[in-house]
């Protein structure tokens, strides 16, 4: 990576820190939304790395490079982190309010950041491992994926299921986990050369079938259970111009998973790279519709801070990394 594009992503980064702790407000929750959705390309990188060690075939030689280079942007993603710590108490109710019980233990500040850091600090140890040693072995990618599965899994629920402390999902982390997966292939896909075999489009279609089963079984569960917390999410999230973010999503899934039925589809490379941008277009939509609906309506100023801190943080996320 050059010079020029580790200073412009770290301007990137501090303009966005910056804009969290001027106006909490209007930028918090959106950054968090796009911290989300950045995350994806190092921490689901990351674990395709590990899972090409488990796993080899030709998947790995044309998504490898990629995937290592989508692995460095973990220190971007660490630095904008800062910012939600900067802007907590403008994002989150249960910073403001301690809750009773289990949930204001498990949502105390203090013990909710050191979580996430814990997080970042495993995380940040599989990528120096695997850098330093310029080979995974067979244990470490297992140990790695163990760690970086559940725990995944459980940031992603302190970081946006938290956001409505009496709403609980049990998929809420693996509906998290699919948009991550896709996100970080479809990155890849942009970033790797043809592959004619069609294996690249296989996996790209298991992904968006996982998307879909995880998207929708939450729903289906919660809606035919009907309790008063997940009917509330949901009411929230079919209102207010949300129920048609939600529908685009789900358009921007579909069309590439049924395309990429048809084999043909699978070996374009130029159709791939289509259904990666669609891919990235329809899951930017989705981290939106998961955190800004309870901050009220779909509104021109929320979508230009949404857009500007997509922009802010994809800056790092793409070009660090980046060979020179």
């Not at 814990?118 to 072995?137: D, K, N, P």
């Not at 292939?185 to 069609?198: I, T």
């Not at 917390?229 to 579909?254: K, M, N, T």
Request: hydrophobic share 60%; proline share 7%; aromatic share 12%.
């Amino acid at each position: 990576m050059n010079d020029r594009a580790l200073w412009t992503g770290l301007a990137a980064l501090g303009t966005g820190l910056a804009a969290v702790a001027a106006w909490p407000l209007i930028f918090g929750r959106v950054w968090l939304a796009a911290l989300f959705f950045w995350s994806s390309v190092p921490v689901a990188s990351l674990a395709f790395c590990l899972m090409m060690r488990l796993i080899p075939g030709r998947w790995a030689d044309v998504l490898g490079p990629a995937a290592h280079r989508g692995a460095l942007s973990l220190p971007a993603v660490a630095i904008g982190f800062v910012a939600i710590l900067l802007g907590g108490a403008s994002i989150y109710p249960w910073a403001r309010e301690p809750l009773p019980g289990f949930r204001g233990a498990w949502l105390e500040p203090a013990f909710w950041m050191a979580r996430s850091l814990l997080w970042f600090a495993g995380l940040g140890s599989i990528l120096l491992a695997t850098r330093l040693l310029r080979r995974v072995t067979t244990i470490s990618a297992t140990l790695g994926l163990l760690f970086l599965i559940p725990a995944t899994s459980l940031i992603t629920v302190d970081w946006l299921m938290s956001l409505a402390p009496d709403f609980h999902s049990s998929g809420f982390g693996l509906q998290a986990l699919a948009i991550q997966f896709t996100v970080a292939l479809a990155v890849a896909v942009l970033r790797s050369p043809p592959d004619p075999s069609g294996t690249t489009g296989a996996l790209m279609l298991a992904l968006l079938m996982l998307w879909g089963y995880f998207a929708y079984l939450p729903f289906f569960i919660i809606w035919s259970s009907n309790p008063p917390a997940g009917a509330a999410w949901y009411l929230a999230r079919g209102s207010g111009g949300w129920g048609a973010a939600a529908a685009l999503a789900a358009v921007l899934h579909a069309v590439p998973l049924l395309a990429l039925l048809a084999p043909s589809w699978r070996r374009s490379a130029r159709a791939l790279k289509l259904f990666a941008l669609a891919v990235l277009v329809g899951n930017a939509v989705q981290a939106a519709w998961l955190v800004l609906p309870t901050s009220g309506p779909v509104d021109a100023a929320s979508l230009l801070a949404y857009a500007l801190a997509l922009a802010l943080l994809g800056v790092p996320a793409l070009l660090i990394g980046r060979p020179s």
